[in-house]
Structure formats: C-alpha cells, structure tokens
C-alpha cells in the first residue's frame, strides 16, 4: 500500500474514497481491484517525472536572459536615456503589461498580427501590450488628461521572427518620451528630435542621421502619383520596407501582391528616391504634382517651420527630408521620424552605409480620441528609443575592445588576517552600511587573507578595511588601497570619513 503522506492531498483523498469504501461482498476481486487504484494513482503522479528526461531548458524563442554584465551596459545605457527624459521636463508614467485585446486592434495596419493574445482567464480577451504609445492614449482618455509630457521604460511583446544578433526580440524594453496637448506648430515636435540628438550623442554610439517626413505628404505623394485611397496604408507599409529590401523588390510587392499599376509605382519611385535638407523642402514646393495637393502642402508648410527651430537648436544638419520614410503604423498623422546610425565608409568618398534604425517616433494626433467615448482628440506627438538594438551594438563593441565590466558597485571590502573575528567583521561592516558605504564580507567564520584580497582584485573593489588583534588592541582600522596595495592605519572613529574621501577623490 502506497504511504500517502507522500502523495498530493487531492491524490489522497482519491485514493482513500477508493480503499474505504464499503465492498458488496469482500474477495481478494475487491481488494485486486483497490491495489489497482492505488497503482494507477502511483503512476499518475510519477509520469511526469519519467517524461522530464527529454525536457530541454531553454529560453522561449525571441528571448534572452540578462547575465550581471549585460544588466550593467542595460543600467547605464537606461540611466543616460531617462535623465536627458528628466532634464526636458517628463514625468514618470507606468501601465500594465495587457490590455484590453479591442483596445489594441486596428491601431497598427498591417502589424496587428503581431500582437500576443492571451488565453480567455474570467471574462476578458487581452492581449499583451505591442507598444507603450497606445496605452499612453489609453491612460489620457480614460484619465481626461489634456496636457502631459511623460516617459515610460517596460517591456512589450511582438510575435515577429526574431533576429537576436540585430537586437530583435519578441520580448523587448522601449524607452518612450511624449509631449500630449494642444500648442503652437512643431515646437514640441522639434523639442523630440533634440532629445534624439541628446541621447544619440551622449551614447557615443557614431554618426548618426535621423530621417524625416509628413504622413501628410506621404498621403499627398501617393494621391498625385495615382494609388488608390484604399490602398495608401497597404502601399506605405512595402514603402516602409525600403530599409531591408531593395527599391527592385518592394516595387515587385506593390504591383505583384498589392495590385498596384506598374505606372503608378513607377512614379512612387521617383519620390521615394529624394532626399535632402530644407532645400528639398523648398524645391517640393514647386513640384508640379505634389504643390496641387493640399495636405501634402500643409506638411510642407509645417516642415519648413521645424527646420527653422531644428536650425536654432543647432542640430539641422543632423536631420534629412526623407521622401522614403513612411512608418508603417496608422495612428501617425502628421511629422514622422528615424534614427539610423551611419556606418564609416570604408574608402574615402563613400556614401555611409545604415547600420539600422535607433530611434523613431512621430505625431499622433488622432489616437486619443479612438478612445474617448465623445471623441475627444489630445494631439500628441513622441519618440521611442530602441534601447535593445544599443544594448546590442554597445555589448558588441565592448566584447571587440576587451573591455571588463563590473558587476557589483562595493566600493569596500571588510576583511581579517585571523580567525575568530567573524563578530568584529559584522559590526565593521554594519557600521560601513549604515553609513551608505557599499560593502562586501566572505561569508566565512575563518577566511584566508589572501583569498579575501584575491576576491577584491577579481571584483574590482577599490579599498579593503582590515581589522585584526593588533587593530582591535590599538583602536585604528588598517585601510588598504587594492590597486596600490598601500596599506595605513586610521583611527576607528576616522575611518568612514577617510573612506568617503577616498572614494571623492577617485
């Protein structure tokens, strides 16, 4: 008979309403039939053991774990990117991982099937978040906000096949800056594209171009050039794709799977090939075609003026009139753009190849109202840092150069050359910490010396405080600098000054 202290409390209840329950006629038949039960209870709960054998543990696919030296780079990347967000003025802003599965449909074309739906738990159909904008929208109008500038760092999840050597997962973090409320043309806009500057900048990451449009341009484009109105997001999601695929290619996924005349995506293609600065900006004006067309000219008016602004920031040779740039999510409806790091030329006199897309954002005027129940819009304009493609590129760049990180910031290590000081060792290393002093101890009674100094070098701890009979007997504390192995003695009562000093000088 099997122990049933063993088993699960619901195993043993099943079992015992087997075994005691009263037989019609005892025979060994019956009591067979309850060593059967007990039997085939014993094998339900040992079959999944038996099957773990061919288990592999893994990540999910899309996914990665962050080792400490990875969450270092992260940490320091994310500081970076949330400061400069402080230093314009942003609060901070979180919202849940899930929504509401309706809130989230029709918001982003073509993209939508990416979105991750959760399994039916009590009455709601939710799916995980795709990316923080729409939530942000969500928490306006549901909140009534009218003005907000905030940031937001978390996690979203998009079911794309992944490429983890170029930073992309299923599973990702965005840091994203908004500026929501209603003010004078392309002063917020402007302010967006100099904290991409800032941040790029600060990274130290190379040269960097940001791209520029207007959806109401793109719109405009492809009214004159002859696309359907059905079709304007359909064509300006292959347009969007001009990045990773070669003009030959899209051109084939416009007519070929899209149903677009060849002619017409002839004349796209002549757009889609300019790019400039404010020039071009002008020069659109008198295009024959796209001048007629009147939201294309209110995006060029409206171009014209962030130039002006981006040219008083001092960073407008940083940006480019890009024709091409359509970003492929509907809720933008009026200035869009990216952030491409530039690859140095090999040769002189190369154009700089892309290395990929860092940053892009837009305005998004229209997406609060789709929640609100009267309709209600909050103009809203913002940008999104892709901290995992930085992430990527920093960590990369680090394993070429060699460089080490450390992963703990202990600033001291308390340690005995004797035995039997584990009691002087706690009480050091409690005062240490209460007085904000990262500190670190072996978790020995009766550890070496020289393995606790070893332990420093290995961590990059800069100082070691060293307490023996000696000390104890003459009231001073040893203080010992790892990378001079300079040892002199400091009055107990000294000791957390001279450290703080120490570490203000280093």
């Known amino acids: 008979m099997p122990q049933l202290g063993l088993l699960p409390r619901r195993a043993c209840a099943a079992l015992l309403s087997q075994l005691l329950r009263p037989p019609c006629a005892y025979s060994p038949g019956v009591v067979h039939c309850h060593s059967q039960v007990a039997e085939a209870v014993?094998?339900?709960?040992?079959?999944?053991?038996?099957?773990?054998?061919?288990?592999?543990?893994?990540?999910?696919?899309?996914?990665?774990?962050?080792?400490?030296?990875?969450?270092?780079?992260?940490?320091?990347?994310?500081?970076?990117?949330?400061?400069?967000?402080?230093?314009?003025?942003?609060?901070?802003?979180?919202?849940?991982?899930?929504?509401?599965?309706?809130?989230?449909?029709?918001?982003?074309?073509?993209?939508?099937?990416?979105?991750?739906?959760?399994?039916?738990?009590?009455?709601?159909?939710?799916?995980?978040?795709?990316?923080?904008?729409?939530?942000?929208?969500?928490?306006?109008?549901?909140?009534?906000?009218?003005?907000?500038?905030?940031?937001?760092?978390?996690?979203?999840?998009?079911?794309?096949?992944?490429?983890?050597?170029?930073?992309?997962?299923?599973?990702?973090?965005?840091?994203?800056?908004?500026?929501?409320?209603?003010?004078?043309?392309?002063?917020?806009?402007?302010?967006?594209?100099?904290?991409?500057?800032?941040?790029?900048?600060?990274?130290?990451?190379?040269?960097?171009?940001?791209?520029?449009?207007?959806?109401?341009?793109?719109?405009?484009m492809f009214a004159v050039c002859g696309v359907p109105e059905s079709k304007f997001r359909a064509i300006g999601s292959s347009i969007d794709k001009l990045d990773k695929m070669s003009w030959k290619d899209v051109r084939h996924e416009m007519v070929a799977k899209k149903g677009l005349a060849p002619e017409v995506a002839d004349q796209i293609g002549d757009y889609v090939q300019c790019h400039g600065g404010v020039t071009l900006v002008e020069q659109m004006f008198q295009d024959p075609r796209l001048s007629q067309n009147k939201r294309a000219l209110e995006g060029l008016e409206d171009l014209k003026l962030l130039f002006e602004y981006l040219t008083l920031f001092g960073i407008s040779e940083k940006i480019s009139f890009d024709l091409s740039l359509v970003r492929g999510l509907d809720y933008y409806t009026g200035v869009i753009y990216e952030a491409i790091l530039l690859q140095t030329p090999a040769q002189a006199g190369e154009e700089p190849l892309s290395v990929g897309s860092v940053a892009a954002g837009g305005r998004y005027d229209g997406l609060v109202g789709m929640f609100d129940p009267k309709g209600h819009n909050v103009p809203c304009v913002g940008l999104s840092i892709g901290v995992e493609r930085i992430f990527s590129i920093v960590e990369q760049r680090m394993k070429t150069s060699g460089e080490k990180v450390r992963t703990t910031e202990t600033q001291v290590f308390v340690a005995t050359p004797q035995n039997n000081f584990l009691q002087e060792r706690l009480k050091l290393i409690a005062e240490l910490w209460d007085a904000g002093i990262k500190a670190e101890m072996l978790y020995k009674n009766n550890p070496k010396l020289l393995t606790q100094l070893h332990y420093c070098e290995n961590m990059g701890i800069p100082l070691v405080v060293i307490i023996g009979e000696q000390e104890l007997k003459e009231g001073v504390i040893k203080l010992r600098s790892v990378a001079s192995r300079e040892e002199v003695a400091i009055k107990h009562e000294n000791l957390v000054a001279e450290i703080r000093k120490r570490l203000s000088e280093s």
């Not at 791209?211 to 341009?217: E, S």
């Open 42 to 220: 014993l094998t339900s709960q040992l079959k999944p053991h038996q099957e773990k054998t061919n288990f592999i543990i893994k990540t999910p696919k899309g996914t990665r774990d962050l080792s400490p030296q990875q969450m270092v780079v992260r940490e320091k990347v994310l500081d970076l990117v949330v400061s400069c967000f402080k230093r314009h003025g942003a609060k901070g802003l979180d919202t849940p991982a899930f929504e509401l599965k309706e809130l989230l449909t029709e918001k982003y074309g073509e993209d939508s099937g990416l979105i991750y739906d959760l399994k039916d738990q009590g009455g709601e159909l939710l799916s995980l978040r795709y990316d923080l904008t729409v939530p942000f929208a969500r928490y306006l109008a549901m909140n009534k906000v009218k003005k907000m500038k905030r940031y937001h760092v978390g996690k979203v999840w998009r079911r794309e096949s992944p490429t983890m050597v170029q930073g992309r997962y299923r599973e990702f973090c965005q840091c994203d800056f908004d500026i929501a409320g209603q003010f004078d043309s392309m002063i917020p806009d402007a302010e967006c594209l100099k904290i991409m500057c800032e941040i790029l900048s600060g990274l130290q990451l190379g040269d960097f171009l940001i791209k520029v449009n207007d959806r109401r341009i793109v719109d405009g």
